[in-house]
């Protein structure tokens, strides 16, 4: 696990970008039980939450989770305390792109890849790597 750092300024700006309040989650992981992408995640939505409750900025920049986030919605059906897991995941993903890190190369991009991919998968991938 990555070195502890509390950075109470970070997870205000992760309640500001999201919308979200994180005393609102209570860990009951339903979000978690639900996620198709959990089991690919190092850490798992409810606890990203929790990292992001504990101000734990590290552990927070350095899950894989954000990036696994298909943005499906899943956990915020689930969710019995409203909360809107994908907002959060987003914010995570847009404090990366704004200290340019996790940057996607248009220019890099296979040219088969191009012509063969499906247009939904370039367009989500485009909104999710590029700022
Ligand atoms: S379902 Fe909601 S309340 Fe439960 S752990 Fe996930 S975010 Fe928290
Ligand atoms: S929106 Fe993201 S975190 Fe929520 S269930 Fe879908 S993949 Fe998992």
Redesign the pocket.
Known sequence: MAKLIIDKDFIRRIQEISNQKLSDCYQCGR?TA?????AFMDAP?NQIIRFMQLGMKNDILTAN?PW?????????TRCPRGVD??RL?EAVRTLHLRAKEGLLDVSAIDKTLLVDAPPLVLMSGLYKYAD
């Open positions: 979000c639900g996620c198709p992408f959990a939505p989770g696994f986030c298909a943005a499906c919605l899943v956990c915020q897991i994908p995941m």
